[in-house]
């Protein structure tokens, strides 16, 4: 809504009969009509997203009828009545530019014939809305006609000539039609916005009503506010709150980022807080801050915090803040702030909020600071919300020792000497009056002595202060550092759970596959077996072979069978025990067995303990055992004693050649036709070697990288020669 015009002034005088609005006022009307129109089109097909806005725009009422005549009878550009507003003001302008027209026709006619010492300029100009001639004063008489002005000097008479008074009293006359015609449409405009008013108005205050909402959400984009969680229980809870004017401030002069956010929790347990800590280090901000938000919260709008910031519905909010001294009213400083102390004593209920700056101060410390306990006391027991500053030393124990009362500071930073402007719950400030006197040039042997007389008991409970100052900040680096280090630690395990995840799925995957080639080979072989007993019937085999071959048809299936159940309990799980070695897929490291469970074993790889599902382990050594590496013995073995691979993962190439030529041998005696290398993954290098071996090996007919189920290319399968 770029403008909202208020027509209310308007709409009182067009009920009325017989008012007129002038142009400008009609025009007024016309744009609170255009917006109505424009914001009603804008939020219908949004409604869905915005039922709240849209229940309220719904209600706006349009007036098409009365639009389209205002904008028909009024130029907006030029705020004045159009010609075609009606046909007889389009017949009068018609007539008046005509007779202007003949009227400067003839005056120059008249102008161009009178010498030049006649006339004192050749222009033609107005006078009392006649046409007029300049003319020097003593040559008057030589133009006859009527005198209507004259020049400040007296050197000039303005003459309207006698032959255009006729002309010049016709235009008049136009003019004044023109007048009436024009107040005749502006009467009849206004009737129709007064029979339109009520409508009107209640668009008026439609629009109003969005325009507020939209200022808020606009404000609280720009200082990125949110609405507070407001509640009856008192509690207070300002989360990264900015003080807006702060905000605004360090805009200008480009510090944005220097505001120091305020975190303020009270309210609940302790009902009035009082807030200690040096001069020039924000105490104040925090109760402006702490009032101006609980006003915004109370006057319907966002506050600059962050989400889920609280705020109570307070009674009243009473603040005694700054200076009010006055001769005028024979006000002394301490005066001032009593008389602000007796008005909220007397009006403050226990659902107040007080803000109190400075509280005993500009009198007698002993009498002021008893003063300040009386008045806190007081406040505290009518559960009251109150947030008190203070230098007085006897306030901070009173807050640590009366139940509903707290401590709080604004931290300072020793070691530069400089406020740092972060409240502290719990703990009480220092004033920092000697350091901030030695920072700001004062003689240090004068801030000596001022700390001798100050007494050891000012310098113990400052040093105790300082003490847990440090302590504060000890603490708070280190809760940052585990709060870092918490969400790096969340972070790998929701990594790690995902990659367990996965591994289960390929776990899963790979036993579905494991068991469907299973199946599939011992149809194949069923199959072929069937069809070669069928062709041995069908060659009238001798029955003694045909029962023969049946024994070793069943033999074969018995074999497939096994293999089915080995491939299918290989993929499944691994057997593992407490104190086996194993290696992790997903870590990529050796560890070791701790506890097994149904679907878990828990593997300890160093200072890293996780529970990993079976498939993602590979064994690497049995618990109080040795690695056991296939080592042929010198006679060779028998094929049933002969293992059908061997492992060399993990060995550097001339220790794994040997140990395979030395397996080649004795698989060749064991009359094996086929063997499988398990080198492994890894980088690779290993199996090119020994690929590369195998091409020139004399016992070795051809080679091939592991199947789907063989190993993939973590093993290699070589045919061997066939010695029989």
């Not at 006391?377 to 007085?392: D, I, P, S, W």
Request: aromatic share 4%.
């Amino acid at each position: 809504l770029q403008n909202l015009p208020d027509i209310r002034p308007a709409l009182i005088k067009s009920r009325a009969p017989g008012n007129l609005l002038s142009v400008p006022e009609l025009l007024e009307i016309v744009e609170i009509q255009s917006n109505s129109r424009r914001l009603l089109t804008y939020m219908a097909p949004r409604q869905t997203n915005a039922p709240h806005l849209w229940a309220l725009v719904f209600q706006l009422v349009l007036t098409p009828e009365l639009e389209s005549a205002l904008l028909a009878a009024l130029e907006p550009a030029t705020q004045t009545v159009k010609d075609d507003a009606s046909p007889e003001l389009r017949r009068i302008r018609k007539s008046l530019m005509s007779l202007r027209t003949r009227i400067r026709e003839q005056i120059e006619k008249i102008l161009s014939s009178l010498p030049d010492s006649v006339v004192q300029d050749r222009v033609i100009t107005l006078r009392s809305d006649r046409f007029v001639i300049p003319i020097r004063e003593n040559q008057k008489g030589k133009l006859q006609g009527l005198v209507h002005d004259q020049s400040a000097s007296g050197a000039t008479l303005f003459v309207e000539p006698m032959v255009t008074v006729e002309l010049n009293n016709l235009l008049r006359q136009n003019e004044l039609a023109e007048r009436r015609e024009i107040e005749r449409i502006l009467r009849e405009l206004t009737a129709r916005v007064g029979q339109k008013a009520d409508c009107l108005q209640k668009n008026l205050d439609i629009l109003g009503h969005f325009d507020a909402i939209y200022a808020k959400a606009a404000f609280s984009h720009d200082l990125q506010a949110t609405a507070p969680v407001l509640n009856n229980t008192g509690r207070i809870a300002l989360r990264q709150a900015r003080h807006p004017l702060l905000v605004f401030r360090m805009r200008r002069e480009n510090k944005a980022t220097s505001v120091v956010p305020l975190n303020l929790v009270f309210g609940t347990q302790a009902w009035t807080l009082i807030l200690t800590g040096p001069n020039a280090g924000g105490k104040t901000v925090v109760l402006k801050t702490l009032g101006l938000l609980s006003l915004m919260a109370q006057s319907g709008l966002p506050i600059p915090a962050n989400e889920n910031s609280e705020l109570p519905i307070f009674s009243g909010v009473f603040a005694d803040i700054g200076d009010a001294q006055s001769i005028e009213n024979d006000l002394s400083t301490f005066s001032s702030h009593v008389q602000n102390l007796v008005a909220i004593y007397n009006q403050a209920d226990a659902n107040a909020l007080i803000l109190l700056d400075e509280i005993g101060a500009s009198t007698d410390p002993d009498e002021g600071s008893a003063l300040a306990i009386s008045l806190l006391n007081t406040f505290t027991k009518r559960g009251c919300r109150t947030l008190a500053t203070t230098h007085h030393g006897a306030l901070k124990a009173v807050a640590h020792n009366t139940p509903g009362m707290a401590n709080a500071s604004m931290a300072f930073d020793a070691e530069t000497l400089r406020p740092t402007f972060l409240f502290r719950a719990d703990i009480p400030g220092s004033s920092y009056a000697f350091e901030i006197a030695e920072r700001f040039g004062l003689d240090a042997a004068l801030v000596a002595e001022a700390r001798k007389l100050a007494g050891s008991d000012v310098r113990r409970v400052e040093s105790l202060i300082l003490d847990l100052d440090a302590a504060c900040q000890h603490h708070r680096e280190m809760s940052q550092k585990l709060e870092q280090e918490s969400i790096a630690i969340a972070q790998k395990m929701a990594d790690y759970d995902a990659r367990l995840i996965e591994i289960e799925k390929r776990e899963r995957d790979f036993k579905h596959n494991a068991q469907h080639e299973a199946r599939q080979i011992l149809s194949n072989a069923n199959a072929l077996i069937e069809r070669t007993v069928r062709e041995i019937k069908e060659s009238q085999a001798d029955k003694t072979v045909v029962q023969q071959i049946r024994k070793e048809v069943e033999q074969t299936r018995k074999e497939l069978d096994g293999h089915r159940r080995f491939l299918t309990e290989k993929s499944a799980h691994q057997h593992f025990g407490s104190g086996d070695r194993v290696l992790s897929k997903t870590f990529h490291q050796e560890g070791t067995v701790i506890a097994v469970s149904e679907s878990r074993i828990l593997v300890e790889m160093g200072n890293l303990k996780a529970e990993l599902p079976p498939g993602d382990l590979t064994m690497c050594q049995k618990a109080s055992q040795k690695p056991v590496v296939p080592h042929p013995k010198t006679i060779g073995p028998s094929k049933g004693e002969l293992p059908l691979e061997i492992d060399v993962r993990g060995l550097i190439f001339d220790e794994a050649v040997e140990r395979v030529d030395k397996y080649l041998d004795d698989a060749v005696m064991g009359h094996l036709k086929q063997a499988r290398i398990i080198h492994g993954k890894g980088t690779g290098v290993l199996r090119k070697k020994l690929n590369d071996h195998f091409k020139t090996h004399p016992l070795v007919k051809s080679q091939r990288a592991g199947q789907r189920g063989e190993g993939d290319w973590g093993v290699t399968v070589v045919e061997l020669i066939n010695n029989t």
